[in-house]
């Protein structure tokens, strides 16, 4: 199994930029699909992004896309999530997520993944 922690969250003010970070196991990290899911306060979670096992694969959710990226180092091994021009309805607790696939997952429940860790809160406002 693939032990995630998420770090690298905190207080941001609309328009500003955080960088989220998630460190994994090593072993057979290179092998699992990576995700991003968040969870706003009373809402059901939503699907952020997700990178292919490589890194030469990446897909964003609409609300995100050319705002937020996705990217891994194998080697380290660490995931991360770049997160710029950041709104308000950003805020929530943030996933990061593992799963062996077939191909790059979109889904926000986070029982579809194999491993998930605990959280960490991003909260954007004035």
């Known amino acids: 199994q693939v032990q995630l922690v998420e770090s690298g969250g905190g207080l941001v003010q609309p328009g500003g930029s955080l960088r989220l970070s998630c460190a994994a196991s090593?072993?057979?990290?290179?092998?699992?699909?990576m995700s991003w899911v968040r969870q706003a306060p009373g809402k059901g979670p939503e699907w952020v992004s997700s990178?292919?096992?490589?890194?030469?694969?990446?897909r964003y959710a609409d609300s995100v896309k050319g705002r937020f990226t996705i990217s891994r180092d194998n080697a380290k091994p660490m995931l991360y999530l770049q997160m710029n021009s950041l709104k308000p309805e950003d805020t929530a607790l943030y996933y990061c997520?593992?799963?062996?696939?077939?191909?790059?997952?979109?889904?926000?429940?986070?029982?579809?993944?194999?491993?998930w860790g605990q959280g960490t809160q991003v909260t954007v406002s004035s």
């Open positions: 997520a593992s799963v062996r696939a077939l191909k790059i997952p979109t889904s926000s429940n986070l029982y579809e993944y194999d491993s």
């Open positions: 990178i292919n096992p490589d890194g030469g694969t990446t």
């Open positions: 090593r072993f057979t990290f290179s092998t699992y699909y």
